[in-house]
């Protein structure tokens, strides 16, 4: 092979090489695309699965009646009320607001769906809305972060929050009983 019809030949197959590169290079896209789709899927997927089993663990402190108590009576009476039982109230607030921090972080790095972070903030704000949580959240939420501060913000100013001063976790007296 020589002359023209050679190089012409080359030409051809460098660029039959070329197309056939640029196809598998295209395929490869494709196949990151699926695989980082998929491991977002379970990404978010482990993140709703840690932040309900931090959640869980938060609830566990509620097995103590007397850290139940404490949480009853400063929903209501914080800080008005005996140092032992208000500096119980005050590590439960932090402990929720320290697990809501941290499914906030999720959901800004786009790890956690809008419903459970929703669900979350609104757990902590009706929380936060009794008068105890009121007066805790006003001594203290200017000492987490900036970002999740204003977010809790925001939804308490929104307002229309339920009450939850009497439902059977606050009550301090015994819920009735069933007709």
């Known amino acids: 092979m020589g002359g023209r019809g050679g190089e012409v030949i ?58 139940a108590r404490a949480f009853a009576e400063g929903a209501r009476t914080f ?21 809501f921090q941290g499914a906030f972080a999720l959901y800004e790095a786009g790890h956690l769906d809008s419903e ?16 105890g949580g009121t007066a805790w959240w006003s001594e203290v939420g200017a000492f987490f972060p900036k970002a999740m501060v204003e977010a809790v913000e925001s939804r308490l100013a929104r307002g229309e929050i339920p009450d939850v001063s009497d439902t059977y976790v606050l009550r301090l007296d015994e819920p009735p009983s069933p007709s």
């Not at 490869?28 to 869980?56: C, E, K, M």
């Not at 972070?117 to 936060?128: G, H, K, S």
């Open 116 to 131: 459970t972070y929703r669900a979350y903030l609104e757990w902590l704000v009706v929380n936060i809305a009794t008068p």
């Open 79 to 99: 800080p008005h009320m005996p140092l032992e039982s208000r500096s119980r109230f005050g590590a439960v607030m932090t402990d929720q607001v320290l697990f």
């Open 10 to 67: 080359l030409e051809s197959l460098a660029n039959i090489g070329e197309f056939i590169g640029g196809i598998a290079v295209f395929i490869t896209l494709i196949y990151l695309a699926v695989q980082v789709r998929q491991n977002t899927a379970a990404l978010r997927t482990a993140s709703r699965q840690d932040v309900a089993a931090g959640f869980r663990e938060y609830q566990r402190a509620f097995f103590d009646p007397e850290v």
